[in-house]
Structures are given as C-alpha cells and as structure tokens.
C-alpha cells in the first residue's frame, strides 16, 4: 500500500507497522461503518465537531491551501473557503509542506489536545496559489483561543527576536507586544533572509496561523502565532535608530495611576548595577528603588556600573519589572551601599492594611544563623534563621561556590532582596539573591551543640525530665536524617525518604491541631520521549525546572520532594480554595519556563488531595497513593487523546 505525500507524483512508502494498524482496521466493522459516513469536506465541519465527535475519526476529504508548514513537526495548517484547520500526518518521514501549496487531503477526525484536528493519510500536492490578505485582529478578538489554526494578521511592536531550540530544531522566537501589554510569542520556521535582529523596537505587521497554548484541560492559557517565514513579516515602522533617546522615568514610576493617557512601548531607565548574569537578567538600583531586568543581551555589565535600560513594563512575582529589556553602561564604577536591615523588617504589615515588602529588588545585608546548606552543580543554597523567621540565601552555580557552614554558624549575608508573596497574600517569605562567594561573611563560628545546650538548660528549669528526653529525641532524629541522605541530589528536593519523613511529622501535627493540608502530585508528561529525542541531559534540564517552579509556588516551609524518577510531591499548609490557583501557576510556569531555558515545553500531570482531620489517623502512604491516583486519573485522559490516532486508524 502506497500513498502520496510531499510533493505531486512522488510516491512514499507507509511504515510497515503503520501499514499493518491501517489494514486491521480498514477490515474492521467500524472502519467500514465510517465508509459509509458522509465525508466532511469542509475545513469549519471539522473544527465545529465536539471533542467525542471528533474522537470517533469520521472521514474527512479536503481541498485547499497550505497556509503555514509547521516549524518543528510533521504538520501543517490548513484553510480552504471556509476557514483554517491543524492538520497532522501518518508519515512523519513525507517532506515537509511549504506555504501556498495546493493539496488534496484524505483523512480522519482526532480530538486534538486543544481543538479538533485533521489526520491526514494521504496528502497530494495538486498546485499552487497565492495566500488571501488575512484580517488584522484585535487582542479582544484572539481571546479564549476562537481564532485557533486560523490564517490571521497582527500588527505590533517587537520586544526581542531569538535563535531557540524547539524539540530539536531552530526556531526564530520573536515577542511582540500587540497592544495594551498583550504579548504574543511568534514561532518563525524559515529565517534564512536575515534581518530579523534589526526587528526588535519596530512595529510590524505579521502574518500566520493563529496558535494557542493551554493546559492538560484543554483550557486557553496564551496566544502563539506560527509564521512561515520572514517574507510575511512587513516592517510599518523601523525601529528607533536611538531607543536611549526616550525620556528617563524614575523606577518606582511604572504601573502607577494617572489621569492622562500613557502611550505603549517601551521606558527608558537609569540605574546602578547591583546584580547581572549575561543573558537572562540584572537588578538596578536608584536611591531606596530598584528594579528587576530581563534582557537577552550578552554582555553583562560589570557591578556597580551605571546603565541606561530600555525595556517593556510587565508585571513581576511581587513588584512590576522590564521585559525584554537592552542597556548601555553610561557611567562605571558607582557603588551601593546596601541597606542593612533585620529579617523581621523585610516583610511589613503596612498602615495595617496589606503587606509590602519595602526592600524587594534592593541590595540588602542581613544576619542570620546557619540552619542547612545544600551545594548542587547549579545552586548553593543556605537555610538561614534569625528569632522564628527562616529565609534562603542562594548563589547560582555560574557565580562560585560557597564554603562549607556548620550548622549554628552565625553570618552576615548581602544580596538582592526577592519577595514571595503567594495568591491570598497571607502567607509571606523573602530570598536573598548573592552575587558571590564574597557576599557571605562568617561573624561568629558556634559549634553545633552550643545554642541547643543553652535551650536545654533553660528549658530542665522549667521541664525537667521531660525536655531533656525532648531533645534527646531530637539528636536522634537528626543523626537519622542525615543518615538517610534525604536530597535529591539533582533537583535539590527531598528525596522519596526524606519527603515521607518530614511529611509524617506535618500530617501528624495537622492531626493534633486540627489543621488542613493541601497534598500535591506531579508528574512530568511524556518524559521518557524526552530522554529518547533529546537526550538525557535535556530531561534533566526539565526535572530541574520542574524543581524551581515548585520552589516558586511554594513557600520554604513547605514539604517538597522528588519521589522518583519523573514524579513529584508537595505537602503545604493552605486553604482548600488556593488549590486550583496554584495547579494553574505550576502549569503556567512550566510552558514558559520550558521553552525559555529548555528550548521546548514543559508539561506536567497534577493531582491534589485535601488532607483534613476527617479523614482521621490515616497514613502518609495512603495519603500518597490515593493523590497519585488522582493524577494518574487525568494523565490517562490525556493519554487517550493521543492514542485516539492508533486506536480509530
């Protein structure tokens, strides 16, 4: 059995399992009931199709265009009168399409992860022809993804245009802003013109089939624009020939109210350089004002540098920041001083109305006692405490290493102050970002017994017996502890003993004070593929990410871990109607933390669990399996999708 795809009378020879699955079922009595089936013809009569109705793979006949080939798989968009269509082929080793071929398509309906789909059998180029003008759309008109695989144009701003690796290929990452801050990530599959580094700062009109991204609920999250190449983007207005010739605002200016009308685009900034690391972001400062800056410029300038920035106003994890920023050093060598604060000061109650933090992005110094250090390959990270409150100093892996602390060692640490604030902004917490081995300093070595002996002799006066055997108990438990091993050694989490360990001791405590827990299972989809295409060096790239975007999403106190190979877990002490906002951050984070460090998207399965007291003295192991069931639950919805193609072929 032959069929055509890729180019007019070329014939392709079908893979001989895929020949063998097409057989069984073209004998089967299904497969001769959709013979019987009108064929759709029409590419809308496929895209209006519910996702059962589209699982059962009627048959499809189309005749149209090829609007925009797929930059990083064997797939196309397709349009024809009536409008646009995804459609995906058997062979993935036919040539790829290009743009403004004719074909004939035979094929069937599948659910697709987002909107129904096309998939194809065979595909015949029968000609060419010219693409229509597509309508400019407006961002109110591409929300909720309606405009999916449809052949569209946007005119907008370009923030940033980059060389990524997308499953395995390069592609031309472009951001553009289309207005009021919508951003939208432009996919360019043929950049061979050239030029496309002199996009960023001009306002373009693009052209391309309109993409989505969304979450394992087949729910909207983003917007995506696939574009063929760079012939379909036409410059309306060059970029500025002198971005830094915009007026300077002060840093804590952007965001704020004001009665007149604020042009788009982006603000120029004066800072001094606190913290930078070439490629990703720098912190600046002005007085008691700083700012974060996410720039993919290469060169990094030095510390205390003062620099002009040129950036996109977005919106930070705590305060707004500069998106897709570039800078020049005006000025070197101009220190700051940092603000020597207490942690009890970071994290304010202000005019007994919300919290603030007064010194997020500013270069702070501050004391605390040593209570853990991890040292990992890409991060040192030390647990410090000063009175009851705990916070993390940590130094990425490009930057040094730190010496080893005992425990109890008392130091004054200096870094960029991060707040982390969460969704009900009840819970707070804070971070200190350093810049170097250096900004450690060791005021006071106590041995590790010293302050304990001084709690237990306070404590026998009032307790007695009682407290000693205490702290005996909890020698023993440390010695055991240390004894397990209990990090991961990759992502830095508890490993699957130490996270059964300590999340024991929560549940048991939330038992005793009747409290309620929020149990989280994550798992990473389709991780073994990555290991097979990528290697395994990208799949530890995605459990690492997958670790940080934990880390994010909750806070130090929470029991975190890595239970084996791809799977995750998180016991926290939240309320139960914070769950599905934190799934959807975990979800969010993970698309685009993928393809900004990863070079291809990252997503997961997540299951959740309400531990409450009503469930009674039931074990962490229960507890374990009945969320991981739950997860697995909704992996397997998922994985029906995709095998929807094997299972009606």
Partial sequence: MQMNAGCGNVKRRIPLPILLLLSV???SPHA????????????????????????????????????????????FFFMDASGGISVDRIDDAA??????????????????????????????????EKLPQPHILSPEELMGGQQDSQWI???????????QTIWGHPVLVVRAEIDSGAVVVVLVGNYSKGGWDQLPGSTVLMRGACGTTFNDKRQFVG????VASLDDFEVLRPASSAPFDLPLRSLDSIFQFSATTQANGPVRMRGTVTYAKAGESLFIQDGPNGISVRSGQKNSPAVGSVVDVVGYPASGEYAPILDDAIYRVVAE??????????????????????WAAPYDAQLVQLDGQVAEETQEDFQDQLILREGNIIFRAKLQGSAGQLPNFDPGTLVRVTGICIARIDDVRDMRSFEILLRSPSDVAILKRLPWWRSAAAAWSVALGLLGLLILILITFLLQTQSELRALAMKDPLTGLLNRRGFSLLAKRTWRAALRTDCTLLLFYI??????????????QAGDRALEAVAEAMRECFRPTDVLGRMGGDEFSALCAMPESVAGNIERRIVTKLVDRGIRQCGFPIHVSVGVLVCSPALGPVSIEELIRRVDARMYEKKK???????SLALKV
Avoid: W, Y
Wanted: hydrophobic letters at 45%; a positive charge; glycine letters at 8%.
């Fill in 25 to 27: 079922a073209a004998c």
């Fill in 223 to 226: 917007l995506r624009l696939i």
């Fill in 32 to 75: 001769q009931g959709l013979e019987a089936l009108p064929r759709l013809t029409q590419a809308n009569q496929v895209r209006t199709l519910s996702v059962d109705q589209a699982r059962r793979g009627l048959p499809v006949h189309l005749v149209g265009v090829v609007s925009v080939p797929s930059p990083f798989k064997n797939s």
């Fill in 333 to 354: 060598d101009k220190s700051v001083a940092p603000v020597q604060v207490s942690a009890a000061n970071i994290i304010v109650l202000s005019g007994r109305t919300f």
């Fill in 153 to 163: 144009a946007l005119r907008a701003q370009v923030r940033s245009a980059s060389i």
């Fill in 95 to 128: 040539p790829p399409m290009h743009a403004g071929q004719r074909v004939e398509i035979d094929g069937v309906t599948g659910p697709g992860l987002f909107a129904p789909v096309v998939i194809a059998r065979t595909v015949v180029i029968v000609g060419k």
């Fill in 523 to 536: 798992d990473l989809d389709r991780f073994k593929e990555i290991n097979d295409t990528l290697g395994h």
């Fill in 637 to 643: 919805q998922r994985k029906a999708l995709r095998d």
